[in-house]
């Protein structure tokens, strides 16, 4: 229902962002150092700060000390109990998982859905970019099936499972203005991708505590990746970015829509001029939107929304200052 979208051609094409991504990239950096610089600061809030694992010096046995962590070499050699201290880990972590299938290269705003993805990402990579942090990059596209452009009588074709591609995470500006070029690069195919595939890949191999972000328009159903953001959050902060077209929440009266699902090539014409029909697809709609905001509670994630109609460097802004004010709340006066 919410992934129909205006004909297009279903020829893969480059990202619109491709042939003007340094100047896009540049603007977008611009953009979120005058908005967001300064409002996150503090990399080891949540599930960061600790003991850390980096072994360091050893000092004599307390009460009270984690035997777990007795220098047994040490305590053997001066016939004194000694434990073992670590330095704390002093850098954080952070990777992005993009959802860029065929669902995002839609938009009726200001923005195309996929547009506001690649800013998102550019929001998080220069807020954690800093102070020698880390950040890698998994992309999801669709796989590549050719989408039709008429109704399909008995059912869409099955499409190749979806592409997956990861982005070491490295750090340094240099490093963090490549990752953005490659996923601004991306080309989106058409046919369906695996939204859980792509969340499963920051689960595995494991990885030490971090940040983990993942931006989409959570379209799939929620039972393909519930399971896999929950597991996400044993281990991590999670953010779930959600990317939302308004033609996905309601239709416009404009007589005959042809619209086609940008995943599997259905098309449909749709009677917009019909009051019940376009009743009906908002309340589906609101119940879509109400089913994934409890996925994303349910496994414990940060929701964040943001709306290709509006200006999504202010819903950032805003939604990193309640962040901040829910973390210091009762800390501070």
Do not use: C
């Not at 996925?295 to 950032?316: E, F, K, P, Q, S």
């Amino acid at each position: 229902m919410a992934r129909a979208a205006p004909v297009t051609s279903p020829t893969p094409r480059p990202a619109p962002l491709a042939d003007r991504s340094e100047a896009v990239l540049s603007r977008l950096q611009l953009l979120v150092t005058r908005k967001l610089d300064g409002m996150l600061q503090g990399d080891y809030a949540g599930l960061l700060p600790g003991p850390g694992s980096e072994a360091g010096e050893s000092r004599e046995y307390r009460p009270g000390d984690d035997v777990r962590r007795m220098d047994w070499p040490v305590t053997a050699r001066t016939t004194t109990p000694h434990v073992r201290r670590t330095v704390a880990d002093r850098e954080l972590e952070t990777w992005l998982a993009l959802d860029l299938s065929a669902s995002l290269d839609f938009g009726t705003g200001q923005w195309l859905k996929r547009e506001v993805v690649v800013a998102a990402a550019a929001a998080i990579t220069h807020l954690t970019v800093r102070g020698g942090n880390r950040i890698g990059a998994v992309i999801g596209t669709g796989g590549g099936a050719p989408a039709p452009t008429r109704r399909w009588r008995a059912g869409p074709p099955p499409a190749r499972p979806g592409v997956l591609t990861r982005l070491p995470a490295r750090s340094g500006r240099k490093e963090a203005q490549g990752l953005l070029r490659a996923v601004a690069n991306t080309a989106i195919q058409p046919g369906r991708g695996d939204l859980g595939a792509l969340i499963e890949m920051l689960n595995r191999p494991p990885r030490r505590r971090g940040v983990a972000v993942v931006v989409s328009d959570f379209l799939a159903p929620a039972e393909q990746w519930a399971r896999p953001m929950r597991k996400l959050r044993v281990r991590h902060d999670v953010l779930a970015i959600e990317v939302v077209d308004p033609r996905e929440l309601e239709l416009p009266d404009v007589g005959v829509l042809p619209v086609v699902d940008p995943e599997s090539g259905e098309l449909h014409e749709v009677q917009t001029a019909d009051p019940r029909l376009r009743q009906r697809y908002a309340e589906a709609a609101t119940a879509q939107r109400a089913t994934i905001a409890a996925a994303l509670r349910g496994a414990g994630a940060a929701h964040l929304r943001l709306r290709t109609d509006r200006d999504w460097l202010l819903d950032m802004v805003r939604f990193v200052a309640a962040q901040r004010h829910a973390r210091t709340r009762g800390t501070t006066r």
